[in-house]
């Protein structure tokens, strides 16, 4: 999965804010959404993703780490912002 190209993403206030121009729809992400929103550009696993995670933020074991990830990649596929391959 890749990034959708028509969304634009600005930092705002310490939060990333997404924009498709294409719906007219603004995102907030929260921190973990927004980590996984710049580490997807490159191609990466859930597995890889759930690790930078644990480096990224404390407290946070690699089994909270990989269900967060998996549920923000569903809801960002769900919402139009990232696109399958």
């Not at 924009?19 to 890889?48: C, D, H, P």
């Amino acid at each position: 999965m890749h990034q959708n190209p028509d969304i634009e993403a600005s930092e705002l206030n310490g939060e990333l804010l997404l924009f498709n121009g294409t719906t007219n729809k603004f995102f907030v992400m929260n921190r973990t959404a927004a980590f996984v929103w710049e580490r997807i550009k490159q191609l990466t696993s859930e597995q890889e993703l759930a690790a930078g995670l644990c480096q990224s933020f404390t407290g946070t074991t690699e089994e909270e780490a990989l269900l967060d990830v998996r549920e923000t990649l569903k809801n960002m596929r769900e919402l139009g912002l990232l696109l399958e391959q």
